[in-house]
């Protein structure tokens, strides 16, 4: 659950702040045996990549990045720091459902902020790209969301079949 409710979250950081490196120009990728891509950091570099940008639209989006970054910043800072307490709560050692409810609230309001920022984000970012780009981004985001469904798949396998052993 944990996983699930930090993902918006992440992605709303990678968007903020791990585009802006690579949208001002930073050095090439490293080859394919390197980790680089891996975390949503690496993702969202390696569609920056993929986008095959200008320079003009490296420089707009890295503005566009820049413009969001603080606030962006702040906002997870402060989510991060509700989840904290939710989680805190959640494994005390007495339980408390007021408090939990109320965390998760907390919590919940954060998320919500981050979400609409990125939903600001995403539109502004589309509104540099070309027609065909924007066919690639969802190219990309498609596929990526099928290995993130395969993923889940797969651990929700590992647990049941986990299950099914020991619970017999």
């Not at 659950?1 to 050095?27: E, N, R």
């Not at 949503?40 to 986008?51: A, F, R, S, T």
């Not at 997870?76 to 989680?87: E, H, N, Q, R, W």
């Not at 589309?126 to 780009?133: A, C, H, N, P, S």
Request: glycine share 4%; charged share 30%.
């Amino acid at each position: 659950m944990k996983k699930v409710m930090i993902v918006p979250a992440v992605l709303a950081c990678m968007l903020l702040m791990g585009g802006t490196i690579y949208a001002q120009g930073s050095p090439p990728p490293p080859g394919p045996g390197d980790h680089v891509w891996s975390g949503p950091q690496g993702h969202m570099l390696k569609m920056l990549l993929e986008l095959n940008l200008t320079d003009a639209q490296k420089h707009d989006i890295a503005v566009i990045l820049k413009e969001h970054r603080s606030t962006a910043s702040s906002t997870l800072a402060s989510m991060i720091t509700a989840k904290k307490d939710l989680f805190e709560l959640i494994d005390a050692d007495e339980m408390n459902e007021e408090a939990i409810r109320t965390a998760f609230q907390k919590a919940a309001e954060y998320e919500e902020e981050l979400t609409v920022m990125r939903a600001k984000l995403i539109q502004e970012i589309r509104g540099v790209l070309t027609d065909e780009q924007k066919a690639t981004l969802e190219s990309m985001k498609a596929e990526m969301q099928a290995k993130m469904k395969e993923r889940v798949e797969e651990r929700r396998s590992l647990i049941d079949e986990w299950i099914d052993t020991y619970s017999n």
